[in-house]
Each structure stands twice: as structure tokens, then as C-alpha cells.
């Protein structure tokens, strides 16, 4: 019996080394998976903080593209109250 044992004695201990290994393998594998996870979870707030950015620029962007038109149109109504009124002079005065 001491004969078997000694011819598997080798092996068993190569595949004790090998899973002490592998233990370690795995430890550093989770180790990166984790780090992914929250780098990932980070990405994700920053995107999402970017998109909010984003989206009040847009809306920056749309006021200050209408304030230009707002104030033409403002100026053409004087205008146009202002002829209105020289025409409605001109008219009563003779």
C-alpha cells in the first residue's frame, strides 16, 4: 500500500500547488471584475452628469437664440406703431 501512495504522492502534491495557484488566479481575477464594476458605476455618473450638462446648455442655447428675434420683433411693432401714428397724423393734421 505504501507503494501507491508514493506513485500519486507527486501528482497530489503538484495539484495542491496548482490549486493554491489558482486560488490566487481567481482572488485577482474577482479583484479586477470588482474594479470594473465600479469604474463602470463611475462612467455611468459622469455620463449621466455630462447629459445633464447637456441639456441645460441646449436650453441656454435656445433662450439666447430667441432673444434676438424677441427684440427684432419688438422693434418692428415700434416701428410699425410709430408709422402708424405719423400716417394718422399726416392724415388729421392735413
Not at 433662450?63 to 392724415?91: C, M, T
Amino acid at each position: 500500500m505504501s507503494c501507491e501512495t508514493c506513485k500519486y504522492e507527486q501528482r497530489i502534491v503538484s495539484l495542491e500547488k496548482d490549486s493554491e495557484r489558482n486560488q490566487v488566479t481567481h482572488k485577482e481575477f474577482f479583484s479586477k471584475f470588482e474594479d470594473l464594476n465600479i469604474n463602470g458605476a463611475r462612467s455611468d455618473e459622469k455620463y449621466a452628469a455630462i447629459l445633464t450638462a447637456i441639456a441645460r446648455l441646449e436650453t441656454q442655447v435656445s433662450e439666447l437664440v430667441s432673444k434676438p428675434s424677441k427684440r427684432w420683433d419688438s422693434i418692428i411693432v415700434a416701428l410699425i406703431g410709430a408709422l402708424a401714428g405719423v400716417a394718422v397724423g399726416y392724415f388729421v393734421g392735413g
